[in-house]
């Protein structure tokens, strides 16, 4: 596996599809004297279900000045995909990840993490940024393995919405 920055050559890249992930907990926040922590609530049998986010039609010329696209390449074929983009403060934001199903669990993600620490250092950035749904448990830990720490916590995100009771979690890295 190689991660790679993806040009304009393999601008096709970053629309690989998107597929189910499972939902098997929920990660729930607190902030207690100044410091945030977490608990993990598992579903029951019968809560556990499967979603796949909508796939985006993202556009490479539109986004490339601001935007870095990293791929996982098994050969040619893109298994995985990481968008960054500068953010407003001193954090880039990791506005997209995925690995392709039959890839999860083989590593792709943590070396696309670390793919990513170093854009942001080359960037002169202070680190990553990204949200995590907190009925996404397998995220929230995938971030928080991958040294991420919790930096808020957003319940107003969903109200109205067909998703209404889910909260964001923001996660932070320091390069």
């Not at 992930?21 to 579903?43: C, Q």
């Not at 040619?76 to 999860?104: F, H, P």
């Not at 950035?125 to 907190?134: K, M, P, S, V």
């Amino acid at each position: 596996m190689e991660i790679r920055v993806i040009d304009a050559a393999h601008q096709a890249d970053i629309n690989i599809p998107n597929e189910p992930f499972t939902l098997f907990g929920r990660m729930e926040v607190s902030r207690t004297d100044g410091k945030w922590g977490h608990e993990e609530v598992l579903f029951d049998g019968e809560d556990v279900s499967e979603m796949c986010f909508p796939d985006e039609n993202y556009d490479f010329a539109a986004m490339q000045e601001d935007t870095v696209f990293l791929g996982a390449y098994d050969g040619e074929q893109c298994t995985g995909l990481a968008i960054l983009q500068d953010g407003m403060c001193r954090y880039m934001y990791l506005c997209d990840l995925k690995v392709s199903g039959a890839c999860r669990g083989r590593g792709v993600g943590h070396a696309l993490m670390e793919k990513a620490m170093e854009v942001c250092r080359a960037r002169g950035f202070r680190g990553l940024y990204t949200i995590g749904q907190d009925n996404n448990l397998g995220a929230c830990r995938f971030y928080l393995k991958t040294g991420f720490h919790i930096g808020g916590l957003d319940t107003e995100v969903y109200k109205g919405t067909r998703q209404e009771g889910k909260a964001d979690i923001l996660f932070y890295r320091d390069a």
